[in-house]
């Protein structure tokens, strides 16, 4: 039940020590899902599925796929069979087989918003890995940068390259003096019931291994109570099915400015620490 841990893991420890680690075997787990929308042209599809023994638990999220003719004519409601395949790099899924057509009906509360530029954010409350209470209210005065992730996600394209893209982050900032200084940093659980304070400071633990403690102090991870997920999820542009009981693992990361409005957003996770970065400088 540990190895998408230990994966996620080895891929941080390789990058940060720069070794060259081989790469570790492809694993292959097959899953039952329903569709909730599918993108040929962009090669995704978004399923939800059941647990994934030995690997995850269930989720609605979307994944690249190996072949873009396999998800050709599916729609929101079909029934399929498949295969997700999990690398050092990236999880897809592969052999995608019909089993049962659908109504063709968008699944309920699948409805995303995109943050503007300009918005104020609310001042949402979490617990953080220390189980200290913190608002967002408490960063007016610098640049924050929020992303989210969940403990539990072994797909290394998604939470641990969220988090290897702040870490990167914080290492271009400190070549520009002060700049690091007035930048926080905080990762948001949508996971409330399982990411307790306690696990999110282990996991907090694995990604400031190699990070001094004066330099880690930017950098908060946090949970919100249940009963506010929905509006943040929200207001953050995440995808959310409270009715389902489903957590829905979309990436969302908002660069919020020193007087607590959104100067900039980024969706999936095409987006570069680069960009951010410069971004960041320019405020």
Not at 261 to 279: H, L, S
Request: glycine share 8%; hydrophobic share 35%; proline share 9%.
């Amino acid at each position: 039940m540990r190895s998408y841990r230990f994966l996620s893991f080895l891929i941080l420890v390789c990058g940060l020590l720069g070794v060259g680690c081989q790469s570790a075997p492809e694993k292959r787990y097959p899953i039952q899902a329903e569709v909730i929308s599918s993108n040929p042209e962009r090669q995704m599809i978004t399923v939800k599925h059941g647990d994934v023994p030995g690997l995850m638990p269930a989720m609605t999220m979307s994944y690249m796929v190996a072949d873009p003719k396999q998800i050709e004519g599916l729609g929101p409601g079909d029934k399929i069979s498949a295969e997700l395949v999990v690398s050092d790099s990236k999880g897809r899924l592969e052999h995608i087989v019909l089993v049962s057509k659908g109504e063709g009906k968008p699944s309920p509360g699948t409805s995303q918003r995109v943050p503007e530029k300009g918005e104020t954010v609310p001042d949402f409350a979490f617990l953080d890995q220390d189980g200290k209470p913190i608002h967002i209210k408490d960063y007016l005065g610098k640049t924050l940068l929020v992303t989210f992730i969940y403990t539990r996600c072994p797909l290394p394209d998604y939470c641990p390259r969220m988090n290897e893209n702040v870490r990167q982050i914080q290492d271009i900032l400190r070549k520009f003096p002060g700049s690091l200084e007035k930048t926080s940093f905080l990762s948001i659980s949508f996971d409330p019931e399982h990411d307790t304070p306690a696990v999110l400071k282990h996991y907090a633990s694995i990604y400031n291994r190699s990070t001094p403690a004066s330099q880690w102090s930017g950098w908060q991870f946090a949970v919100p109570a249940a009963k506010d997920l929905p509006a943040i999820a929200y207001f953050f542009g995440l995808v959310y099915q409270p009715e389902k009981a489903q957590i829905v693992h979309s990436l969302s990361t908002t660069l919020v400015g020193p007087t607590g409005k959104i100067e900039g957003y980024y969706p999936g996770n095409d987006w570069t620490p680069a960009d951010v970065a410069q971004a960041i400088t320019r405020l």
